[in-house]
Nanobody, 127 residues
Framework: QVQLVESGGGLVQTGGSLRLSCAAS????????MGWFRQAPGKERDFVAS????????YFADSVKGRFTISRDNVKNTVYLQMNSLKPEDTAVYYC????????????????????WGQGTQVTVSS
């Protein structure tokens, strides 16, 4: 069982930056592929970024590529999403997710590939 708690959301102006954090419980955090998703009002939950259990590979949605980075600290059991050059269309609730902990070496970008979810943190980008 993994519990995830996001933090770092808030209100920022267009062009600004935020860093989201996701703290995970459990001693096997390093076995989990981690992902970030976002959901705007009235829309589906969309993939944003993922990072492999080892941190060796990352993957981004086209809409955030070049602006967002994902990283993890397997000692602190935390995954980060650094968001730069924010746009109003980035406004959403951002969710952290963990897969089943199988040390999967591929890319996970679909919601059904993740087993554990955080409660979400609101990011609002003003124009």
């Amino acid at each position: 069982q993994v519990q995830l708690v996001e933090s770092g959301g808030g209100l920022v102006q267009t062009g600004g930056s935020l860093r989201l954090s996701c703290a995970a419980s459990g001693r096997t955090f390093s076995s989990y592929n981690m992902g970030w998703f976002r959901q705007a009002p009235g829309k589906e939950r969309d993939f944003v970024a993922s990072i492999a259990w080892s941190g060796a590979s990352t993957y981004f949605a086209d809409s955030v590529k070049g602006r967002f980075t994902i990283s993890r600290d397997n000692v602190k059991n935390t995954v980060y999403l650094q968001m730069n050059s924010l746009k109003p269309e980035d406004t959403a609730v951002y969710y952290c997710a963990a897969d089943g902990g199988s040390r999967y070496n591929g890319i996970r970008r679909r919601t059904y590939e993740y087993e554990y979810w955080g409660q979400g943190t609101q990011v609002t980008v003003s124009s």
